[in-house]
């Protein structure tokens, strides 16, 4: 089953981090990435730019919108998502505990109704 | 250790970090004086009385010299008893594990109040963030100075109570949860430091067992460190024995005899103590060339007594099944009834290992896949492929 983990995390600026607390997080996240992709598990995994540099699409009130800034202002914003595929729900709560932001943050765990293989959307 | 008088953690740790550097610049030259602890507390409280005094005085401190021999204290620290200081590192580790402080910032207190790390090196073994151990440890030594949390060892008729949260912690040292992000030099300084905490506490408790169990725990587990590999994972009863640290098994076995001689007649026998005669039992294998099943069952029925986890109740099966075959393990892990028991690896990976014994293969791979899907930690990974594998 593919499960996407979002990881959701108070922002941080370079200057708030330091150079070593910056370091230390791009150890921890590579180290996590090498783990996934080493136990095979890994389809994808982003870590995104701040929500500062997010731009917001919507028509949902009729006329076509587009604005600076996330969807939602709040404190924790969405700082990355993994995607993986593993056998049930549990495994993929054993990864979601080993990511380095579940430290600081919150880890969204959440089935994949479906997804596009080859340009078509296929079940799971 | 200096906080005691002044209830000011930084302020102590400024000039903790001051002695250390003094210590580390005159040590290699003048050899290590009759007691080390004992110089570095006393240089350290010479500083901190000084910056009482006079911010002013901060740069021109004139620190005494040790005599050319290196063998005694420096004469200027005469009139200090170094055997009193040690008391005052008791008071800030029972501070340090107060019952109002969060359980997890006891540890990396400790860290950096008694050993004097640095923020960022604690954040690292913790992989978390340096900004944000900082100010959690920020605001558990504001929390110790604003709540009034005393420093001072607990009367005799509350000290085991309290005692507990202190050896969890110096426990929670050895024991970090490396997330596999952690360098193996980082795990194993923190290793010893550890080993350090829990026996300076043990002597200077004197006479606590759990104390000394948990010294004798750390120690003997130390031990088998030149079989641990940060790349391949080896089962403690394959680990080759004869690699194993005899140094620190005698000294880990001084310790645990030393656990039972304090022990009152009667009294139960604690976690740390029970876990530490287990690795005990293990570590003899180096010297007897045999692994004492009915031995270790018999201990593992006692730690599930004292300290009922999943984690112990699991181990328990794995000691009967050694000692009394598989069958007898497996009716173990299935009368557990614990709904955690669904995602708890290890009863997993132990489930499909005694199933393959018993010979039921299907069961066994089934069980290996479940184990499997649940290991995040790769080396432990490639073994249960391996082992499952093996089933064909």
């Known amino acids: 089953m593919r499960y996407t983990l979002l990881l959701h995390y108070p922002e941080m600026s370079l200057d708030e981090l330091g150079e070593e607390g910056m370091a230390a997080g791009q150890e921890a996240f590579r180290s996590y990435a090498a783990a996934l992709h080493a136990a095979g598990v890994l389809i994808a995994g982003e870590v995104l730019q701040p929500s500062s540099l997010t731009t917001t699409v919507t028509a949902a009130s009729g006329t076509l919108q587009v ?26 709560l054993a990864w979601a505990e080993k990511a380095p932001s579940v430290q600081w943050g919150t880890v969204e765990v959440r089935p994949t ?12 | ?14 000039a903790l970090a001051d002695a250390f550097e003094r210590a580390l610049r005159t040590w290699p030259e003048a050899g290590v004086p009759d ?30 010299d040790a005599d050319g021999s290196g063998r005694t204290l420096p004469a200027p620290l005469e009139d ?5 200081i040690p008391d005052r590192r008791l008071e800030l580790l029972f501070a340090c594990a107060h019952p109002a402080l969060d359980p997890a910032i006891r540890t990396p207190l400790m860290l950096q109040a008694v050993l004097g790390f640095e923020a960022a090196e604690i954040a690292r073994a913790f992989a978390l963030p340096s900004a944000t151990m900082a100010q959690r440890l920020v605001r558990a030594k504001r929390r110790i100075k604003d709540a009034g949390i005393p420093f001072v060892v607990p009367d005799r008729s509350v000290l085991p109570a309290r005692l507990e949260p202190v050896l969890e912690a110096v426990y929670g040292c050895f024991a970090i949860d490396w997330q596999g992000s952690a360098a193996p030099t980082v795990r194993e300084s923190m290793a010893a430091e550890a080993h350090y905490l829990a026996v300076t506490l043990a002597e200077m408790l004197v006479d606590e067992p759990e104390a000394w169990g948990l010294a004798a725990l750390i120690t003997l587990s130390l031990a088998r460190t030149p079989t641990r590999s940060a790349e391949v994972y080896v089962p403690l009863d394959e680990q080759d024995a004869a690699a194993w640290s005899s140094a620190l098994i005698t ?17 139960p026998l604690g976690r740390f103590e029970i876990e530490a005669a287990i690795q005990a039992a293990h570590c003899a294998r180096a010297r007897t060339g045999v692994l004492d099943s009915a031995a270790l069952r018999t201990l593992h029925e006692a730690l599930v007594v004292v300290a009922p986890t999943l984690g112990a109740r699991v181990a328990l099966a794995a000691a009967v099944a050694r000692a009394d075959g598989p069958a007898a393990g497996l009716e173990l892990l299935d009368a557990i009834d614990d709904p955690a028991l669904a995602r708890f690896q290890p009863a997993w990976a132990t489930r499909a290992a ?39």
């Open chain 2, 251 to 267: 000294e880990g076995e001084g310790h645990l005899r030393r656990a039972a001689e304090c022990r009152r007649d009667g009294a």
């Open chain 2, 35 to 64: 007691s080390p602890e004992g110089w570095l507390l006393t240089v350290a409280r010479h500083r901190q009385s000084d910056v009482l005094g006079s911010a002013a005085r901060r740069t021109s401190v004139p620190l005494p």
């Open chain 1, 113 to 124: 109704a479906t997804h596009v293989v080859d340009g078509q959307w296929v079940e799971g």
């Open chain 1, 67 to 92: 604005q600076d800034g996330p969807f939602a202002s709040t404190k924790e914003q969405l700082g990355g998502t993994f995607v993986i595929d593993v056998p049930d729900l549990d495994a993929a």
């Open chain 2, 354 to 392: 005694l199933l393959a014994e018993a010979g039921e293969h299907e069961g066994a791979r089934a069980a290996y896949a479940k184990a499997i899907s649940l290991t995040t930690d790769i080396p432990t990974r490639r073994w249960l492929e391996q082992q499952a594998a093996r089933l064909g």
């Open chain 2, 1 to 14: 250790m200096l906080a005691a008088s002044t209830r000011d953690i930084a302020l102590a740790e400024d």
């Open chain 2, 80 to 84: 200090t008893d170094p055997d009193r």
